[in-house]
């Protein structure tokens, strides 16, 4: 019942922000930990940044800590993902991600559902 549609992405410049949405027209999103996840091409797929439902437990990549940010706004069904100070390495398609509260955090094999992912471009 949960799909998952990601947008936000686009073209920026190094040092700039950008915020991410997933919106889950399933409306069942509140039953769900979310996650981001990114994946830039030649490259595995990475945890960027989860949080769970109802509670203020956020974990982070280490590259995210700090400078991103996962807030939930269960009105809309909708996750969002700050990025701020963005660089070059940035530079991927970013998944948001929906899993039972009790799977392991980092593991993308854990999230039962995915959107199609949004494309970021960081240019220095």
């Known amino acids: 019942q949960v799909h998952l549609v990601e947008s936000g992405g686009g073209l920026v410049q190094a040092g700039e922000s950008l915020t991410l949405s997933c919106e889950d027209s399933?409306?069942?999103?509140?039953?769900?930990?979310v996650g981001w996840f990114r994946q830039a091409p030649g490259k595995e797929r990475e945890f960027v940044a989860r949080?769970?439902?109802?509670?203020?437990?956020?974990y982070y990549g280490h590259f995210a800590e700090g400078r991103f940010n996962i807030s939930r706004d269960s009105t809309k069904n909708t996750v969002y993902l700050q990025m701020n100070d963005l660089q070059p390495e940035d530079t991927a398609i970013y998944y948001c991600?929906?899993?039972?509260?009790?799977?392991?955090?980092?593991?993308?094999?854990?999230?039962?559902?995915w959107g199609q992912g949004t494309r970021v471009t960081v240019s220095s």
């Open positions: 949080r769970s439902p109802n509670g203020p437990y956020q």
């Open positions: 399933g409306r069942t999103l509140s039953n769900y930990a």
């Open positions: 991600a929906a899993g039972r509260v009790g799977a392991t955090v980092y593991d993308p094999g854990e999230y039962d559902y």
